[in-house]
């Protein structure tokens, strides 16, 4: 016999089994039961196809009139690529829906609930509401905010530097980590990096290392001085952002056309009064690109900008067990005066990769 609880749990694991396939939809898991037995089970596989609702139904053993459903977040109830699950429920005239959270997306937002009491089905809302949040915080930032959800991942010496003086930093850390990292940026919908790491490192930001979708490339470059012949440009694996300034733009349309033939998509935003990217306005364009998690892998000047503006939601430390001596910190633009205004994180976990130890903490 299981518990409720035991049904949820096996919910956010079927969703989370959708991670790096779904975005910008969130992840959904779905289990069937009737008569104290599992009939059917199904989770949201990729972007645009069937919902967890509809998989687990068509994957049930029996007629599931009369059964409890329980799925981690509230079925939807509107038209979107697949019509609404919702009226699916109702129609297949089942007893109840367990739903772990409500859709922060105003387009449902409780609509879904409502619909489901209307017609008769009871709803039981709230069991692993946290479990539930954390699974798809980047979903519920996305909807909620109009931004995507901001991971810095940084790779750093035991004293403190991600890079040399002159900037080189492949590789600080073991092969373990960087795996590790490759892992990561599957699960994310975006990398970010800087020009200044193009122009030094000449990454070319892919998922190699393990099985996993590459995510999309973005590259802020206010004065479009990425050289072209740099890696991200040429190896056309995955879609490639340049994000530059206006006024770059009104003076490099050669090298914009050129940025083009190679398949670059640029976009352009005003500089500020330094002549840099407002980090705002650049995450509220990602989030209209249809991006809802980024994670940032370099360098100094994108890391501070966004732990000083309060932007970042997480943090993947990798901390090398190396000593560079003189060289970058990831957050040398960063200046207090007062410790009670240091950034703190919380949700700290700690493990071993390698030789490496990876701190993770959210802002």
Do not use: W
């Amino acid at each position: 016999m299981h518990t409720n609880e035991e049904i949820m749990l096996r919910c956010l694991r079927l969703a989370a089994r959708g991670m790096g396939n779904v975005s910008p939809n969130p992840m959904v898991g779905c289990v069937i039961m009737k008569n104290g037995e599992i009939i059917g089970e199904g989770y949201h596989e990729k972007f645009g196809g069937p919902h967890a609702e509809v998989n687990a139904i068509r994957a049930a053993s029996a007629p599931v009139e009369g059964a409890e459903v329980f799925v981690n977040l509230e079925p939807c109830s509107y038209y979107g690529k697949t019509p609404p699950c919702v009226d699916l429920l109702i129609e297949k005239r089942v007893a109840k829906v367990h739903i772990a959270m409500l859709d922060p997306n105003p387009r449902v937002n409780g609509s879904g609930v409502e619909k489901l009491r209307e017609a008769g089905v009871e709803v039981e809302i709230g069991l692993l509401a946290e479990e539930a949040h954390r699974l798809n915080e980047a979903f519920v930032k996305y909807v909620s905010k109009k931004l995507p959800y901001v991971t810095l991942k940084i790779a750093q010496s035991l004293d403190g530097r991600i890079a040399l003086a002159n900037g080189k930093s492949k590789y600080i850390t073991s092969r373990e980590s960087l795996t590790r990292v490759h892992a990561l940026r599957s699960e994310h919908d975006a990398v970010l990096v800087g020009a200044g790491t193009i122009r030094t490192d000449d990454p070319s930001l892919t998922v190699r290392l393990v099985e996993g979708k590459s995510p999309a490339r973005i590259i802020l470059d206010g004065n479009l001085s990425s050289p072209l012949k740099s890696t991200v440009f040429n190896d056309k694996k995955s879609r490639v952002i340049v994000i530059h300034s206006t006024r770059a733009g009104a003076s490099s349309s050669r090298k914009m056309a050129a940025l083009r033939k190679l398949g670059v998509e640029l976009h352009s935003l005003p500089a500020d009064r330094k002549g840099r990217l407002p980090i705002r306005s650049v995450l509220r364009l990602i989030a209209r690109l249809g991006i809802a998690s980024v994670m940032v892998e370099g360098g100094v000047e994108v890391f501070s900008e966004l732990i000083r503006s309060g932007m970042a939601d997480r943090l993947h430390l990798f901390i090398a067990p190396v000593i560079i001596g003189k060289g970058k910190a990831f957050a040398d633009l960063i200046e207090l005066t007062d410790l009670k205004k240091a950034r703190r994180l919380g949700d700290i976990q700690t493990a071993q990769v390698g030789p490496d130890i990876m701190i993770t903490g959210g802002f």
